[in-house]
C-alpha cells in the first residue's frame, strides 16, 4: 500500500518558481561546451569532476565549490574542472541517508518538495560564486527535469546502468552522461547501456509517450567491480581500459570516452589511494596514444576535510564515504594538470 504525503508539483511549476537567472545560462551554456568538447575530441584537455561523496550540508559544499572555482582558474588551459554537488545517495541495502533530494536535513525525515528547492538553490548559489556548473547522479530518472537545466554533467550509478528506464532517460539529456560499469564489472553490459543511451528511444516518461534522438555524449565511467563475496576488484590499470577501448572499437558506438572513478571499487574506498590511481593513469597515458585518446579525465571524491563521520559535527567532512582533504585535492588536479 502506498500512502500519498505531499503532492509534488511538475518540474514546469518549479522551474517556473527557482528558474536559473538569465546572467547563470550563459556561464552553463560555455560551460556545457567545453565539456561536451572534451568528450567528442576537440579538445584535449581533462574533465576533472570533483567534489564530496554527497552534498549534505550547503555552507560548507558552496565553500569547497568556491575554492574550486578559484583553482580552475589556474587549470583551465589543461582540465575542465566539474564540481560533484551530488543530491542522491543510493543505499546498498536501502536505508540510511539519501541525500539533499530526499532529505535536505540529514538529521531529519524526508521532505522531498523542500529538497528539490534546496538543490536548485544549492546549484544556482554554486554557480554564482564559481562560474562553475556542477554534475549530480541520475539516480531517479523521473526526477531528472527537475535539475538538468542546472548541470553540465550526469551520471548513471553501477546499480542503476543495467536498467532499462536510466538507459532510455540518458538518451533525452543533452549534456554528457557518464555510465558507470555494473557491479559485476561487465565491459559489454556498460557498452550495450551506452549504446542504447544513444539510440533514439520511444517510452513512457511521467504520464507521457516520449520520443528522443539519442545521447551522443553518453560515454564510459570505469568504477571497479565488486565480486561474489564483496572482494572490490579494479578496473584502472593498463590491461583492462585497453580492453574497453577495444570493445568500443568494436561497437560502432560514437565519441568513445572513459572517465576514470578513482575511488570506490578502484580504491576500496581508501581515499588516499585515489592520489596513486591518478598518477598511474597519467603514466599509462603518456604510454599509449589509445590509451591517452580514449581516457578522459577523472571523478574524484574530495571534501574540505578528509575522510568522514558518523554524524553531521565537522564542517567540511563527508557524512557518507570518506573523501580527499583540500590540501590533498588541490595538489593532485594541479599535478594532473602539469602532466596534461
Request: net charge neutral; with cysteine.
Amino acid at each position: 500500500m502506498f500512502e500519498r504525503q505531499i503532492k509534488i508539483p511538475d518540474p514546469e511549476e518549479i522551474l517556473a518558481e527557482m528558474p536559473l537567472p538569465q546572467n547563470l545560462r550563459g556561464v552553463k551554456a560555455e560551460r556545457d561546451r567545453l565539456v561536451s568538447d572534451v568528450i567528442k575530441g576537440l579538445s584535449d584537455k581533462l574533465i576533472i569532476i570533483v567534489g564530496p561523496c554527497s552534498a549534505h550540508e550547503a555552507a560548507p559544499v558552496l565553500d569547497y565549490v568556491e575554492r574550486l572555482g578559484k583553482l580552475s582558474r589556474k587549470v583551465e588551459d589543461k582540465l575542465v574542472l566539474v564540481p560533484r554537488i551530488y543530491t542522491n545517495k543510493p543505499r546498498t541495502r536501502g536505508v540510511g541517508y539519501k541525500g539533499m533530494f530526499s532529505q535536505p536535513d540529514p538529521t531529519k525525515s524526508e521532505d522531498i518538495l523542500k529538497g528539490i528547492f534546496a538543490i536548485r538553490d544549492l546549484n544556482i548559489k554554486a554557480m554564482q560564486i564559481s562560474g562553475l556548473s556542477a554534475a549530480d547522479e541520475m539516480l531517479y530518472p523521473e526526477n531528472i527535469h527537475y535539475v538538468d537545466d542546472l548541470l553540465t554533467y550526469i551520471a548513471v550509478g553501477a546499480r542503476s546502468s543495467e536498467n532499462q528506464l536510466h538507459r532510455l532517460v540518458a538518451g533525452g539529456i543533452e549534456v554528457p552522461v557518464g555510465i558507470k560499469n555494473p557491479m559485476s564489472g561487465s565491459v559489454q553490459v556498460m557498452l550495450n547501456s551506452i549504446y542504447a543511451a544513444q539510440c533514439g528511444q520511444v517510452f513512457k516518461l511521467n504520464g507521457w509517450q516520449v520520443k528522443t534522438d539519442g545521447n551522443e555524449l553518453a560515454h564510459a565511467i570505469l568504477r571497479g567491480a565488486v565480486d561474489g563475496y564483496g572482494n572490490d576488484i579494479p578496473n584502472f590499470h593498463y590491461e583492462t581500459v585497453m580492453q574497453v577501448v577495444e570493445g568500443y572499437a568494436h561497437s560502432g558506438l560514437k565519441n568513445p570516452a572513459i572517465i576514470i572513478d578513482a575511488n570506490h571499487s578502484n580504491s576500496n574506498k581508501k581515499f588516499r589511494q585515489q592520489i596513486r590511481i591518478c598518477d598511474e593513469v597519467m603514466q599509462n597515458r603518456l604510454y599509449d596514444k589509445d590509451f591517452k585518446r580514449n581516457v578522459k579525465g577523472f571523478m574524484i571524491e574530495s571534501f574540505i576535510e578528509e575522510g568522514n563521520q558518523c554524524e553531521d559535527k565537522v564542517y567540511g567532512k563527508s557524512i557518507t564515504d570518506p573523501c580527499l582533504g583540500w590540501r590533498d585535492t588541490e595538489r593532485l588536479i594541479l599535478d594532473i594538470a602539469e602532466r596534461v
